[in-house]
Nanobody
Framework: QVQLVESGGGLVQAGGSLRLSCAAS????????MGWFRQAPGKEREFVAY????????YYADSVKGRFTISRDNAKRTVYLQMNSLKPEDTAVYYC????????????????WGQGTQVTVSS
């Protein structure tokens, strides 16, 4: 069982930055691939970014490529999402998830989910 707790969300102006964190409870955190997803009001949850267990492999949705960076610190059992050049369309609840697949963009590839953190980007 893996418990995930996101933090770092908030209100920011367009063009600004935020860094989300996701802390995991499991001592086996370093064996999990991690992903970030987001869900905007009235829309389905969508993939944002992926990182493999070592941090060596990352993958991004086209909509955030070049603006967002996913990273992890296995010693701290934490995965991060650095979000730069934020746009109003980035407004959503952001979720982190833990799974075991490679380059996983589908929600079904992840077994454990956090409760989400709200990110609001004003224009």
């Amino acid at each position: 069982q893996v418990q995930l707790v996101e933090s770092g969300g908030g209100l920011v102006q367009a063009g600004g930055s935020l860094r989300l964190s996701c802390a995991a409870s499991a001592r086996t955190f370093s064996s999990y691939a991690m992903g970030w997803f987001r869900q905007a009001p009235g829309k389905e949850r969508e993939f944002v970014a992926y990182i493999n267990w070592s941090g060596y492999t990352t993958y991004y949705a086209d909509s955030v490529k070049g603006r967002f960076t996913i990273s992890r610190d296995n010693a701290k059992r934490t995965v991060y999402l650095q979000m730069n050049s934020l746009k109003p369309e980035d407004t959503a609840v952001y979720y982190c998830a833990a799974g075991s697949s490679t380059i996983a963009t589908m929600q079904t590839s992840y077994a454990y989910w956090g409760q989400g953190t709200q990110v609001t980007v004003s224009s």
